[in-house]
């Protein structure tokens, strides 16, 4: 139980072009998820939290409008890259937690970012 | 982007012997833990959680442990194994778990045979 699933899980794209991620929870409903950027050899840094059916909370320094994202049911949440750079090659993973249980976030495998 | 010259705090253990990982929280006001072990290029997989409630928590070769007075945090894995080599973190949360996690910045486990 508790898996979730993230696609694709590598993308390269060119620079000013825009990706879309998809976060699905498979055997749960998640009512929120967690989208997170991780660089190498450094920890997971929150970029915003993603709640069913309304917008979602970024975190200070993240761009809005550069990162949009879309929470349309309790089992998918998108993340979308928009006018892609170079500096935006990176390692996204998107969490889910479980409604039905209080507290631990469940995390997809990530998807690889790279930004010609 | 990435810092120059970062690294991670290395563990290195023998096979079978038992590992300790230690985390320092930040924020007094947390009150649910969880450890995560990520293995290179994947997702961070969840391992062990507590409440601030507890001291101890056991799970399958795991134990976590918490100080509250001193803010600290460990997880011990008993008679580790090469498959237990990763980079495990610690996270915080505030409000029993429905928020965000705050990240600890990881330790490389290593096992040599």
């Known amino acids: 139980g508790a898996v979730v699933s993230q696609h694709p899980s590598w993308v390269i794209c060119k620079s000013g072009t825009s990706v879309k991620i998809e976060c699905r929870s498979l055997?749960?409903?998640?009512?929120?998820m967690f989208w997170y950027r991780q660089f190498p050899k450094q920890s997971l840094m929150l970029m915003a939290t993603?709640?069913?059916?309304?917008?979602?909370?970024?975190e200070q320094g993240v761009e809005k409008d550069k990162f949009l994202i879309n929470h349309a049911s309790l089992t998918l949440s998108t993340l979308t890259v928009t006018s892609a750079h170079p500096e935006d090659s990176s390692f996204y993973i998107c969490?889910?937690?479980?409604?039905?249980?209080?507290?631990?976030?469940?995390f997809g495998p990530g998807t690889r970012l790279l930004v010609l | 982007g990435e810092s120059v010259g970062l690294h991670l705090p290395t563990l290195s253990v023998q096979e079978g012997d038992n590992s300790i990982i230690n985390c320092a929280y930040s924020?007094?006001?947390?009150?649910?833990f969880i450890w995560y072990k990520q293995e290179s290029g994947k997702g961070p997989q969840f391992i062990i959680d507590?409440?601030?409630?507890?001291d101890k928590r056991q799970g399958q070769r795991v134990t976590v442990l918490l100080n509250k007075t001193v803010k600290h945090l460990s997880l011990q894995i008993a008679a580790t194994q090469p498959g237990d080599s990763a980079v495990y973190f610690c996270?915080?949360?505030?409000?029993?778990?429905?928020?965000?996690?705050?990240f600890g910045t990881g330790t490389q486990l290593k096992v040599e045979l």
């Open positions: 507590i409440r601030s409630n507890m």
């Open positions: 055997d749960f409903q998640a009512t929120t």
């Open positions: 993603s709640n069913e059916g309304s917008k979602a909370t970024y």
């Open positions: 996270a915080e949360n505030i409000g029993g778990g429905g928020n965000k996690l705050t």
């Open positions: 969490s889910a937690r479980d409604r039905a249980a209080s507290g631990a976030q469940y």
């Open positions: 924020n007094s006001a947390s009150d649910y």
